[in-house]
């Protein structure tokens, strides 16, 4: 109430007459530290119960100020690479700096009803925890401030940003919400950074970054290398789902394993007693290791070690996978320094005629990546290049030079055709890899870990 009342969040009035209230709510929450960094502490959260609708409100342009998982991993390579200092800060009651620019009536909170005021009505003035439009105003004034300061804005990703000094040097803000990694070679440019942020908001500084989005980053200067590890998270997810005692295997599912919707419970028993299993909220969070840190969710911690330059890509599809609809499954990973930072795993739209269709129609999808990670790199590191997108299928490099195999191509649907257009211009270069040596091989078929170790130089604790 202290932060709410020192952010002017709201000014008691009379309802007007026609206009509707929200309701709001406290949300109590035990907030887990970070070991030598923050205790855990107990957060009480005043929230507009208004999400879902708000009246007379329009969410056309509804904004959320979320990095990319990829962006992160991109500066964290970035900082490896270089060797820069990361730090991390986090903004206070973020979504209470926010200026609203509709008007919207709150009832009062509960146990904080003014004496003598029981009619009057919260109008607020900032924007509140809830409030559909919170994220967005919160943004906008953040990058107002950032861009008042000289920083650019990526755009590549809009939460993404970045200021080149004068001797050629940048410094690297990432913001998630609340949370910020701030990068540079030279630690007074962070503390200049942090002074201006302390300026505007109430900030709190973590030092060195140690956690972001629940992905532990841990840091061996001595030999050049970062982890990130997700154990604590996974951890709790085993303990949730009772899989404590689970003995762990290289391989996260058997090879001969295959699902389709004819396992689905048929009869009211099935059904009764899956009603009682928490299987989509496992998936679900499973789902949630794989886009952080864990490709083949078999490993936790991932180094960025080698010395090889530049991102490299690697595409593969599965044959025929989707047993329902016999859509093949694409698979794409791409590294820098030897680690992953982007990946994908997904079915195709379309049903492949051929292997070779569907590993052109992969390698479309995975140059997509490419080139976003590409424009992503040039504003954030003039030095790092996409060079080569490796695949194993000769026949598909060869339809994707030559146009001579139109006749076998022309039904393919034209969007993916664009990829011919931007690998005869250079930007991209498709080669040819083993199978056994492809990394995205693991995103397509169920492998042990310890194939690819030698790819991504893997290095980890086994959950």
């Not at 007074?188 to 900030?203: G, S, T, Y």
């Not at 290289?250 to 699902?259: D, G, I, K, M, V």
Request: include cysteine; charged fraction near 25%; aromatic fraction near 10%.
């Amino acid at each position: 109430m202290e932060s709410l009342h020192k952010n002017k969040t709201w000014a008691l009035v009379k309802l007007p007459k026609v206009k509707k209230t929200v309701r709001c709510k406290w949300v109590f929450k035990k907030k887990e530290g970070t070991l030598g960094v923050e205790e855990p502490k107990y957060k009480a959260r005043l929230v507009a119960k208004g999400y879902s609708q708000v009246p007379g409100v329009d969410f056309t342009d509804v904004f959320s100020p979320v990095v990319k998982h990829s962006s992160i991993r991109a500066l964290l390579g970035i900082v490896a690479i270089h060797d820069l200092e990361l730090e991390q800060l986090d903004v206070k009651t973020a979504f209470l700096h926010g200026e609203l620019e509709e008007n919207i009536y709150m009832q009062q909170p509960e146990g904080f009803t003014v004496s003598e005021k029981e009619d009057y009505v919260c109008l607020l003035k900032k924007s509140l925890y809830g409030l559909k439009q919170s994220p967005r105003q919160w943004y906008k004034r953040f990058d107002s401030f950032m861009t008042s300061h000289d920083f650019k804005r990526s755009s590549f990703d809009s939460c993404v940003y970045f200021k080149k000094n004068n001797d050629g040097s940048f410094v690297y803000l990432l913001l998630y919400v609340d949370d910020m990694l701030i990068a540079a070679k030279d630690k007074r440019e962070i503390r200049k950074v942090k002074a201006q942020l302390n300026e505007e908001f109430e900030m709190k500084d973590l030092g060195p970054a140690k956690k972001i989005l629940g992905m532990e980053i841990l840091r061996d200067r001595k030999v050049s290398k970062l982890y990130l590890s997700q154990k604590g998270y996974i951890e709790k997810l085993l303990c949730r789902f009772n899989m404590r005692s689970a003995k762990p295997v290289s391989t996260p599912l058997a090879a001969h394993f295959r699902l389709s919707s004819a396992l689905s419970p048929q009869s009211d028993d099935e059904i009764k007693y899956m009603s009682h299993v928490p299987y989509s909220s496992a998936v679900g969070s499973l789902m949630y290791a794989m886009v952080c840190s864990r490709p083949d969710l078999s490993y936790a911690v991932s180094a960025f070690g080698r010395t090889e330059d530049g991102v490299i890509g690697y595409v593969d599809v599965d044959f025929a996978g989707d047993l329902d609809r016999r859509r093949y499954l694409t698979g794409y990973v791409f590294t820098i320094g030897g680690c992953a930072i982007s990946w994908k795993a997904t079915l195709q739209t379309t049903v492949a005629l051929s292997t070779t269709e569907a590993e052109y129609m992969a390698i479309t999808e995975a140059c997509k990546e490419a080139i976003w990670l590409k424009g992503l790199f040039s504003e954030l590191d003039e030095d790092l290049q996409i060079s080569t997108v490796f695949c194993d299928s000769q026949s598909v490099i060869f339809v994707t030079k030559d146009q001579m195999f139109n006749e076998r191509t022309k039904h393919i649907d034209v969007r993916y055709h664009f990829v011919r257009d931007i690998i005869a211009c250079g930007d991209i270069v498709v080669s040819k890899i083993s199978t056994h040596e492809n990394p995205a091989d693991m995103m397509t078929k169920s492998l042990p870990i310890t194939k690819f170790e030698h790819c991504l130089d893997l290095v980890g604790v086994h959950c």
